[in-house]
Protein backbone atom coordinates (compact mmCIF):
# COMPACT_ATOMS: atom_id res chain seq x y z
CA UNK A 1 0.00 0.00 0.00
CA UNK A 2 2.98 2.66 -0.50
CA UNK A 3 1.40 4.40 -3.25
CA UNK A 4 -2.18 5.01 -2.09
CA UNK A 5 -0.51 6.27 1.61
CA UNK A 6 1.30 9.02 -0.76
CA UNK A 7 -2.46 9.03 -2.81
CA UNK A 8 -4.79 8.95 0.37
CA UNK A 9 -8.03 10.81 0.84
CA UNK A 10 -7.09 14.18 0.02
CA UNK A 11 -6.76 13.00 -3.62
CA UNK A 12 -10.09 11.81 -3.68
CA UNK A 13 -11.09 15.37 -1.90
CA UNK A 14 -9.42 16.95 -4.30
CA UNK A 15 -11.18 15.97 -7.62
CA UNK A 16 -14.35 16.35 -5.42
CA UNK A 17 -13.38 20.15 -5.37
CA UNK A 18 -12.64 20.85 -8.45
CA UNK A 19 -16.23 20.24 -9.39
CA UNK A 20 -17.46 23.11 -6.79
CA UNK A 21 -14.29 25.45 -6.88
CA UNK A 22 -15.00 27.85 -9.82
CA UNK A 23 -18.85 28.80 -9.16
CA UNK A 24 -19.32 30.24 -6.60
CA UNK A 25 -19.52 33.75 -7.99
CA UNK A 26 -18.72 37.34 -7.36
CA UNK A 27 -19.04 40.87 -8.69
CA UNK A 28 -16.74 42.40 -11.16
CA UNK A 29 -17.52 44.72 -14.38
CA UNK A 30 -16.43 42.53 -17.29
CA UNK A 31 -17.49 43.48 -21.12
CA UNK A 32 -16.36 41.46 -24.77
CA UNK A 33 -17.29 40.41 -27.93
CA UNK A 34 -18.59 36.89 -27.80
CA UNK A 35 -21.31 34.60 -28.87
CA UNK A 36 -24.69 34.55 -27.08
CA UNK A 37 -23.58 31.14 -25.08
CA UNK A 38 -20.61 32.73 -23.72
CA UNK A 39 -22.60 35.81 -23.19
CA UNK A 40 -25.36 34.05 -20.84
CA UNK A 41 -22.78 32.31 -19.04
CA UNK A 42 -20.84 35.86 -18.33
CA UNK A 43 -24.24 37.48 -17.42
CA UNK A 44 -24.69 34.74 -14.61
CA UNK A 45 -21.45 34.24 -13.62
CA UNK A 46 -20.70 37.76 -12.35
CA UNK A 47 -23.89 38.53 -11.53
CA UNK A 48 -23.74 36.71 -8.53
CA UNK A 49 -23.51 38.16 -5.37
CA UNK A 50 -20.04 38.79 -3.02
CA UNK A 51 -21.29 37.46 0.44
CA UNK A 52 -20.42 33.95 1.93
CA UNK A 53 -21.06 31.39 0.04
CA UNK A 54 -22.29 28.45 0.43
CA UNK A 55 -22.96 24.79 -0.86
CA UNK A 56 -24.27 21.56 -0.38
CA UNK A 57 -21.56 19.02 -1.98
CA UNK A 58 -21.87 15.13 -2.73
CA UNK A 59 -19.22 13.35 -4.45
CA UNK A 60 -19.55 9.32 -5.80
CA UNK A 61 -16.96 6.79 -6.27
CA UNK A 62 -18.17 3.70 -7.31
CA UNK A 63 -16.04 1.24 -8.53
CA UNK A 64 -16.16 -2.75 -9.05
CA UNK A 65 -15.30 -3.76 -5.19
CA UNK A 66 -16.54 -0.78 -3.05
CA UNK A 67 -18.55 2.41 -2.85
CA UNK A 68 -17.59 5.74 -1.46
CA UNK A 69 -20.27 8.48 -0.60
CA UNK A 70 -19.16 12.17 0.52
CA UNK A 71 -22.00 13.87 1.68
CA UNK A 72 -20.68 17.27 3.03
CA UNK A 73 -22.06 21.61 2.95
CA UNK A 74 -19.59 23.93 2.62
CA UNK A 75 -18.82 27.18 3.32
CA UNK A 76 -16.46 30.06 2.50
CA UNK A 77 -17.00 33.51 3.93
CA UNK A 78 -16.35 36.85 3.18
CA UNK A 79 -12.89 36.54 5.06
CA UNK A 80 -11.44 33.42 2.80
CA UNK A 81 -11.82 31.10 5.07
CA UNK A 82 -13.48 27.94 4.01
CA UNK A 83 -14.93 25.37 6.31
CA UNK A 84 -16.54 21.85 4.98
CA UNK A 85 -18.33 18.92 7.47
CA UNK A 86 -20.06 15.69 6.25
CA UNK A 87 -20.04 12.25 6.65
CA UNK A 88 -17.97 9.91 4.37
CA UNK A 89 -19.74 6.70 3.55
CA UNK A 90 -17.73 3.91 2.59
CA UNK A 91 -19.02 -0.06 1.82
CA UNK A 92 -16.72 -2.31 0.79
CA UNK A 93 -17.33 -6.13 -0.98
CA UNK A 94 -15.03 -9.11 -0.72
CA UNK A 95 -16.53 -10.82 -3.88
CA UNK A 96 -13.75 -13.93 -2.69
CA UNK A 97 -15.87 -14.75 0.85
CA UNK A 98 -18.46 -12.94 0.13
CA UNK A 99 -19.13 -10.18 2.99
CA UNK A 100 -19.23 -6.76 2.63
CA UNK A 101 -18.36 -4.19 5.16
CA UNK A 102 -20.00 -0.68 5.66
CA UNK A 103 -18.53 2.64 7.93
CA UNK A 104 -19.85 5.90 7.99
CA UNK A 105 -17.21 8.55 9.31
CA UNK A 106 -17.73 12.24 10.02
CA UNK A 107 -15.04 14.56 8.85
CA UNK A 108 -14.42 18.40 8.74
CA UNK A 109 -11.88 20.35 6.59
CA UNK A 110 -10.92 23.53 6.75
CA UNK A 111 -8.34 26.17 5.50
CA UNK A 112 -7.38 29.85 6.53
CA UNK A 113 -4.34 29.81 4.96
CA UNK A 114 -2.01 27.80 2.57
CA UNK A 115 -2.42 24.56 4.26
CA UNK A 116 -5.72 22.60 4.29
CA UNK A 117 -6.35 20.18 7.88
CA UNK A 118 -8.58 17.07 7.50
CA UNK A 119 -9.85 16.16 10.34
CA UNK A 120 -12.09 12.48 10.36
CA UNK A 121 -13.88 10.93 13.75
CA UNK A 122 -13.05 6.88 13.72
CA UNK A 123 -14.25 4.97 16.82
CA UNK A 124 -15.40 7.99 18.85
CA UNK A 125 -12.22 9.89 17.96
CA UNK A 126 -11.26 12.39 15.87
CA UNK A 127 -7.48 13.23 14.42
CA UNK A 128 -6.37 14.95 11.93
CA UNK A 129 -4.10 15.46 8.78
CA UNK A 130 -2.69 18.49 7.14
CA UNK A 131 -3.24 18.00 3.20
CA UNK A 132 -0.78 20.69 1.28
CA UNK A 133 -0.25 21.07 -2.41
CA UNK A 134 -3.12 21.15 -4.90
CA UNK A 135 -6.26 21.13 -2.32
CA UNK A 136 -4.99 24.75 -0.94
CA UNK A 137 -4.65 25.57 -4.95
CA UNK A 138 -8.65 24.68 -5.43
CA UNK A 139 -9.76 26.72 -2.47
CA UNK A 140 -7.80 29.52 -3.86
CA UNK A 141 -10.41 29.14 -6.81
CA UNK A 142 -13.21 29.50 -4.15
CA UNK A 143 -12.39 32.92 -2.92
CA UNK A 144 -14.16 34.28 -5.98
CA UNK A 145 -15.03 38.05 -5.24
CA UNK A 146 -11.39 38.89 -6.33
CA UNK A 147 -12.05 40.36 -9.46
CA UNK A 148 -8.66 39.06 -11.03
CA UNK A 149 -9.08 35.51 -9.99
CA UNK A 150 -13.08 35.42 -11.48
CA UNK A 151 -11.33 37.23 -14.78
CA UNK A 152 -8.92 33.93 -14.79
CA UNK A 153 -11.47 31.66 -13.94
CA UNK A 154 -13.56 32.82 -16.79
CA UNK A 155 -10.93 32.43 -19.31
CA UNK A 156 -10.80 28.89 -18.45
CA UNK A 157 -14.28 28.27 -19.68
CA UNK A 158 -14.47 26.75 -23.85
CA UNK A 159 -17.78 27.14 -24.73
CA UNK A 160 -21.37 27.07 -23.63
CA UNK A 161 -24.49 25.39 -24.70
CA UNK A 162 -28.17 27.42 -22.95
CA UNK A 163 -30.51 25.02 -22.91
CA UNK A 164 -32.85 26.67 -21.32
CA UNK A 165 -33.69 30.06 -20.47
CA UNK A 166 -36.72 31.44 -19.12
CA UNK A 167 -37.31 34.64 -16.82
CA UNK A 168 -36.97 32.37 -13.72
CA UNK A 169 -34.16 29.86 -14.83
CA UNK A 170 -30.96 29.38 -16.88
CA UNK A 171 -29.68 26.29 -17.44
CA UNK A 172 -26.88 25.32 -19.60
CA UNK A 173 -23.72 23.04 -20.59
CA UNK A 174 -20.73 24.56 -20.08
CA UNK A 175 -17.02 23.16 -21.02
CA UNK A 176 -14.15 23.94 -19.18
CA UNK A 177 -10.54 23.96 -20.95
CA UNK A 178 -8.36 21.10 -19.34
CA UNK A 179 -5.20 23.13 -20.28
CA UNK A 180 -6.28 25.99 -18.93
CA UNK A 181 -7.87 24.39 -15.63
CA UNK A 182 -4.60 22.39 -14.88
CA UNK A 183 -2.74 26.05 -15.29
CA UNK A 184 -4.70 28.12 -12.86
CA UNK A 185 -4.74 25.05 -10.42
CA UNK A 186 -1.13 24.21 -10.96
CA UNK A 187 -0.33 28.51 -10.37
CA UNK A 188 -2.42 28.68 -7.06
CA UNK A 189 -0.87 25.22 -5.61
CA UNK A 190 2.42 26.73 -5.48
CA UNK A 191 2.42 28.78 -2.21
CA UNK A 192 1.69 25.93 -0.41
CA UNK A 193 4.23 23.94 -2.13
CA UNK A 194 6.78 26.60 -1.13
CA UNK A 195 6.60 25.28 3.20
CA UNK A 196 7.26 21.87 2.25
CA UNK A 197 11.03 20.23 1.38
CA UNK A 198 12.49 16.78 1.07
CA UNK A 199 10.93 13.56 0.77
CA UNK A 200 7.61 15.25 1.24
CA UNK A 201 7.87 17.78 -1.03
CA UNK A 202 9.05 15.22 -4.01
CA UNK A 203 5.86 12.97 -2.85
CA UNK A 204 3.71 16.53 -3.27
CA UNK A 205 4.97 17.69 -6.26
CA UNK A 206 4.74 13.91 -8.34
CA UNK A 207 1.51 14.11 -7.10
CA UNK A 208 0.20 17.33 -7.85
CA UNK A 209 1.64 16.65 -11.72
CA UNK A 210 -0.11 13.50 -11.95
CA UNK A 211 -3.09 15.04 -11.32
CA UNK A 212 -2.54 17.89 -13.33
CA UNK A 213 -1.26 15.25 -16.34
CA UNK A 214 -4.94 14.09 -16.18
CA UNK A 215 -6.61 17.44 -16.20
CA UNK A 216 -5.10 18.69 -19.13
CA UNK A 217 -5.83 15.80 -20.99
CA UNK A 218 -9.80 16.33 -20.51
CA UNK A 219 -12.06 18.95 -20.83
CA UNK A 220 -14.73 19.21 -17.87
CA UNK A 221 -18.30 19.84 -18.91
CA UNK A 222 -20.96 19.87 -16.41
CA UNK A 223 -24.28 21.35 -16.52
CA UNK A 224 -24.90 24.53 -14.30
CA UNK A 225 -28.49 25.49 -13.08
CA UNK A 226 -28.77 29.20 -12.30
CA UNK A 227 -31.76 31.27 -10.50
CA UNK A 228 -32.21 34.21 -12.61
CA UNK A 229 -34.06 36.87 -10.99
CA UNK A 230 -31.05 36.54 -7.87
CA UNK A 231 -28.48 35.19 -10.47
CA UNK A 232 -27.61 32.59 -7.73
CA UNK A 233 -26.53 28.99 -9.01
CA UNK A 234 -29.22 26.44 -7.64
CA UNK A 235 -27.42 22.85 -9.05
CA UNK A 236 -24.28 22.59 -10.73
CA UNK A 237 -23.33 18.80 -11.86
CA UNK A 238 -20.05 17.37 -12.91
CA UNK A 239 -18.60 13.68 -14.46
CA UNK A 240 -15.16 13.50 -13.42
CA UNK A 241 -14.64 10.17 -14.71
CA UNK A 242 -12.14 11.06 -17.53
CA UNK A 243 -10.02 12.81 -15.30
CA UNK A 244 -9.92 10.28 -12.56
CA UNK A 245 -9.61 7.42 -15.36
CA UNK A 246 -6.68 9.40 -17.28
CA UNK A 247 -5.14 9.76 -13.51
CA UNK A 248 -4.98 6.48 -12.70
CA UNK A 249 -4.07 5.32 -16.57
CA UNK A 250 -0.98 7.61 -16.25
CA UNK A 251 0.36 6.06 -13.00
CA UNK A 252 0.12 2.46 -14.45
CA UNK A 253 2.53 4.06 -17.42
CA UNK A 254 4.93 4.90 -15.15
CA UNK A 255 4.86 1.77 -13.52
CA UNK A 256 5.23 0.26 -16.67
CA UNK A 257 8.17 2.67 -17.42
CA UNK A 258 9.27 1.58 -14.23
CA UNK A 259 9.29 5.24 -12.88
CA UNK A 260 6.49 3.96 -9.87
CA UNK A 261 6.78 0.51 -7.90
CA UNK A 262 3.03 -0.70 -7.31
CA UNK A 263 1.96 -3.78 -5.61
CA UNK A 264 -0.25 -6.43 -7.06
CA UNK A 265 -3.17 -4.76 -5.03
CA UNK A 266 -2.36 -1.28 -5.99
CA UNK A 267 -2.10 -2.63 -10.02
CA UNK A 268 -5.37 -4.28 -9.54
CA UNK A 269 -6.87 -1.11 -8.12
CA UNK A 270 -5.54 1.94 -10.49
CA UNK A 271 -6.73 -1.18 -13.52
CA UNK A 272 -10.12 -0.42 -11.71
CA UNK A 273 -10.38 3.05 -11.40
CA UNK A 274 -8.79 3.43 -15.31
CA UNK A 275 -11.63 1.33 -16.83
CA UNK A 276 -14.17 0.88 -14.45
CA UNK A 277 -15.17 3.36 -11.93
CA UNK A 278 -16.91 5.96 -12.33
CA UNK A 279 -16.41 10.00 -10.45
CA UNK A 280 -19.58 11.58 -10.58
CA UNK A 281 -19.88 15.22 -8.29
CA UNK A 282 -22.82 17.29 -7.55
CA UNK A 283 -23.31 20.74 -5.93
CA UNK A 284 -26.31 22.31 -4.86
CA UNK A 285 -26.07 25.69 -3.92
CA UNK A 286 -27.25 26.60 -0.41
CA UNK A 287 -29.00 30.11 -0.15
CA UNK A 288 -27.57 33.38 2.17
CA UNK A 289 -30.85 33.07 4.32
CA UNK A 290 -30.73 29.83 5.15
CA UNK A 291 -28.32 28.52 7.75
CA UNK A 292 -25.71 26.03 7.08
CA UNK A 293 -24.77 23.65 9.83
CA UNK A 294 -21.04 23.05 9.41
CA UNK A 295 -19.92 20.37 12.62
CA UNK A 296 -16.87 21.64 13.77
CA UNK A 297 -15.45 19.05 15.98
CA UNK A 298 -14.87 19.84 19.78
CA UNK A 299 -11.34 21.06 21.03
CA UNK A 300 -10.23 21.18 17.70
CA UNK A 301 -6.85 22.82 18.56
CA UNK A 302 -6.26 19.54 20.97
CA UNK A 303 -6.75 17.31 18.11
CA UNK A 304 -3.64 14.89 17.06
CA UNK A 305 -2.07 14.44 14.24
CA UNK A 306 -2.61 10.87 12.25
CA UNK A 307 -1.45 10.31 8.76
CA UNK A 308 -3.10 6.80 9.03
CA UNK A 309 -6.45 7.53 9.76
CA UNK A 310 -8.00 5.93 6.72
CA UNK A 311 -5.47 3.25 6.03
CA UNK A 312 -7.95 0.54 6.82
CA UNK A 313 -10.26 1.56 4.01
CA UNK A 314 -7.23 2.18 1.50
CA UNK A 315 -5.89 -1.00 2.64
CA UNK A 316 -9.52 -2.59 1.29
CA UNK A 317 -9.08 -0.49 -1.73
CA UNK A 318 -5.23 -1.86 -2.53
CA UNK A 319 -7.35 -5.80 -1.77
CA UNK A 320 -6.67 -8.06 -4.54
CA UNK A 321 -10.11 -9.65 -5.20
CA UNK A 322 -10.30 -12.96 -6.72
CA UNK A 323 -13.14 -15.44 -7.21
Request: net charge negative; no cysteine; aromatic share 8%.
Amino acid sequence: MKFFKKMNFRRVAAVAAVSAALFFGGNADAATVEDSGMAAFREAYFGQLKNTRMVDQDLTLISTNFHLELDSKAQVTVDDVMRMSGNLSWTYTNLKKNYSTNSLIPFYIEQAGNDMTLYVQRRGRWSKMVLPGLPAGIVNLWKSSDKDILMQNMDAVKRVEVLKDTPDMRIMNVTLDGMKIAEILNKNSQASLAGLSGDVLTEEKENLNRWLTAIRANDITFAWTVNKPSWTTVTAAFDLTKIMQAYARYVLDEAAAGRVVLTDEERDLLDAMGYYAELKSYTTYISPKNEVDINVPPNLDKVPENEGSLDDIFSEMTTVVKK
